[in-house]
Structures are given as C-alpha cells and as structure tokens.
C-alpha cells in the first residue's frame, strides 16, 4: 500500500503547479486523501482533503487558490495551486486518512503518508 506525490517544483510567485498523489494498494481506490505541507522550521499543517464521494475541505488560507479533486478510476488525488505566494512554499505530503473522528485536516487522522514533494515559490 503506498502513496506517491509528484508534480512540485519551482514557480514564481504568481503562478501555478498542480500536485498528483497517486495511491496504490487493497481498498487505495475509496481512500479519503488529505495534503498536508511542512515549511522548513514550521510544523506541518493540513492544506486540503476530499473522500470518495468528492466532499472537500480547504485550509482558510488556500480558499480560492486550491482546488482539490481526484479520479477515482486513476486512483490519483491532485492539487491544482494557483496564485502561489512565497509562503506556499513547503514539502508538500498526502496521506490517507483513517480516524474519521478527528479534524480532516490534522496529521492525527492519517495513518498512511507517501513521500513529499518540494515546492518552492520564488518572489
């Protein structure tokens, strides 16, 4: 069972990138997905999620810059970014999520983290 990020890099302040996690597995098909970011010196944060059905949270402070979705036949969450500001940069991580009790968008609900995936945002 794992979970594999792509798609980070390096953009101009402005811009946009647009994250892949691909998920693989027993049951990875039905997963709730979340992105998570870690900033060099800060701790991680929840940045977006969505289940099967396609119901989606977003952080406050990437509503209207962040769309996430994901195909189901694919098995693949993305994270379309947009508007990429300096403090946008950071490892960015998805995980799938396993404690439906807890907030969707902290690392406690997640038992199942791929590799990062660096994006950095130049002024």
Do not use: H
């Not at 946009?16 to 900033?39: H, V």
């Not at 977003?58 to 994901?70: E, L, M, N, Q």
């Not at 098995?75 to 379309?80: A, G, H, K, R, S």
């Not at 500001?85 to 902290?106: K, M």
């Amino acid at each position: 069972v794992q979970l594999q990020a792509s798609g980070g890099g390096l953009v101009q302040a402005g811009g946009s990138l647009k994250l892949s996690c691909a998920a693989s597995g027993p049951g990875s098909d039905t997963w709730y997905i979340g992105w998570f970011r870690q900033a060099p010196g800060k701790e991680r944060e929840g940045v977006s999620c969505i289940n099967y059905e396609g119901d989606k949270v977003y952080a406050d402070d990437v509503k209207g810059r962040f769309t996430i979705s994901r195909d189901n036949v694919k098995n693949t969450v993305y994270l379309q970014m947009n508007k990429l500001n300096t403090e946008d940069t950071a490892v960015y991580f998805c995980a799938a999520r396993g404690d439906y009790n807890a907030d969707p968008l902290t690392s406690e609900s997640y038992f199942r983290w791929g590799l990062g995936t660096l994006v950095t945002v130049s002024s």
